[in-house]
C-alpha cells in the first residue's frame, strides 16, 4: 500500500468505530463532504475548464482504481467485523481518500518516500498566497514543527500557505479557490491557436504549416502554452511567433531566441493572432458564466457551482488583462466569426 491508501483505510476503519475510536473527536469534525470536483456531479464537472475537468476525471479514476485495488483487504476486514461491513463502502472510502489528500502533511524520512501523516490541529491552518511560512517534521523535537516568517496579531487567524499554487490546483486538490491567486494561469493547446490563424494568416501551405508544428514540437515548445496576471508565457509568445512567420522567415526561425527577434510585418501578426484566439477563449468563458447564471438561478448559492463560476471568472479577468496590454488604449476591436 501506498501512504496515502494506508492513511485512508486506517481513518476508515477508525471512523466506522464511532466513539469507541481514540480519534473520534477529531474525526467528528472532519467535513463530511468536501469541494474537491470527485464530489460534483457529471453537469458540474462539464462546467469546468477542459484542463481542470481532465485532472478531476483522472482523480475520479485514481480513487476508483486505489478502492478496487484494496478489494481483498475490505473483505477481510468486513468478515473480521461484520457491524462494519456496511460502512466499508466506496463512498467512506472517498470521503476517508480526500479527508487525507486535503490536510495531510508529507514528512520526509530516510530510506523511505511518500510517506504522508494526518497532524490533528495543524490542518486547522488555513491556506493564505500571501503567508510565509517553513514546516516539516523536526527530530530532535519528536514533532511537526510550523514557522511563520510573517506576524499573526494576537486574537487574529494564524496562515499558512499550502504551496505557490494556482486555483485550478486549489480546488482539485483541496476543494476551494481564492480571490485573484497570483500563481493563477489558462492553459492552451496549440490547436487553440492553430485554429484561429485563418483569420489573421493568408492560407499557407499545409506543408509549411506541418513544418511549424514540427518545430515547435522538437523544440518543445508545445508545453506551458499559457496566460496570467503577467500576460502570455514565453512559450506561447514564441509558439505565436513561429507560427506567423512566412516561408522564408521559417528558415531562420531560431532567430526568436535573439535579439533580432522577428520583422514588423511578423510581429503585427503576432499580435493579430494572439488577439483573435484570446478573445475566443474570453467569449468561451463569458458563454460559461452566463449559463451558469441563466441555468441554475440560486447558483451563488450552491458551493460547487459557486467555486466554478469564480473560477471561470477569474479567467474572463486575466483575458481581458492580457487583451488589454495587447490592443492600444482607444483601439476597438472588432470579433469575427468564433472558430
Not at 49 to 56: E, F, G, I, N, V
Not at 79 to 103: D, I, Q
Request: charge should be negative.
Amino acid at each position: 500500500m501506498t501512504s496515502h491508501q494506508m492513511l485512508t483505510v486506517y481513518l476508515l476503519f477508525e471512523a466506522c468505530k464511532g466513539v469507541g475510536s481514540f480519534w473520534f473527536p477529531y474525526i467528528a469534525v472532519l467535513p463530511q463532504m468536501f469541494g474537491t470536483p470527485p464530489f460534483f456531479n457529471e453537469r458540474e464537472l462539464q462546467l469546468l475548464p477542459k484542463d481542470t475537468c481532465t485532472h478531476a476525471k483522472a482523480q475520479i479514476e485514481n480513487v476508483s482504481s486505489a478502492f478496487k485495488e484494496l478489494s481483498a483487504f475490505f473483505e477481510l476486514l468486513r468478515g473480521t467485523y461484520p457491524s462494519m461491513s456496511s460502512r466499508l463502502s466506496f463512498e467512506r472510502f472517498r470521503w476517508a481518500w480526500f479527508a487525507v489528500n486535503t490536510r495531510c502533511v508529507y514528512m520526509k524520512q530516510e530510506n523511505q518516500q511518500g510517506n504522508c501523516a494526518l497532524a490533528p490541529y495543524i490542518d486547522l491552518l488555513n491556506h493564505s498566497p500571501e503567508a510565509e511560512t517553513e514546516a516539516g517534521f523536526d527530530s530532535s523535537l519528536d514533532c511537526y514543527v510550523v514557522k511563520t516568517e510573517t506576524g499573526c496579531k494576537k486574537w487574529q487567524q494564524a496562515f499558512i500557505c499550502y504551496g505557490p499554487h494556482g486555483n485550478d490546483k486549489l480546488l482539485l486538490e483541496y476543494g476551494f479557490v481564492v480571490p485573484k491567486s497570483r500563481n493563477s494561469s489558462l492553459q492552451f493547446e496549440i490547436d487553440d491557436v492553430i485554429c484561429c490563424m485563418d483569420d489573421v494568416l493568408e492560407t499557407e501551405s499545409g506543408i509549411l504549416l506541418r513544418r511549424k508544428h514540427q518545430i515547435l514540437e522538437e523544440s518543445n515548445l508545445l508545453c506551458n502554452l499559457s496566460c496570467g496576471w503577467d500576460g502570455l508565457s514565453w512559450h506561447l509568445e514564441i509558439a505565436i511567433k513561429i507560427l506567423c512567420m512566412d516561408s522564408k522567415e521559417i528558415e531562420n526561425w531560431k532567430r526568436v531566441y535573439s535579439s533580432e527577434s522577428v520583422s514588423s510585418n511578423c510581429e503585427s501578426k503576432v499580435k493579430q493572432l494572439a488577439t483573435r484566439f484570446l478573445t475566443t477563449r474570453l467569449h468561451e468563458e463569458q458563454r460559461v458564466i452566463q449559463n451558469i447564471l441563466d441555468t441554475f438561478p440560486t447558483a451563488m448559492g450552491n458551493k460547487h457551482l459557486s467555486m466554478i463560476h469564480d473560477l471561470r471568472q477569474e479567467k474572463k479577468n486575466m483575458l481581458e488583462f492580457t487583451l488589454k496590454r495587447l490592443i492600444p488604449e482607444g483601439l476597438k476591436l472588432t470579433v469575427v466569426k468564433l472558430c
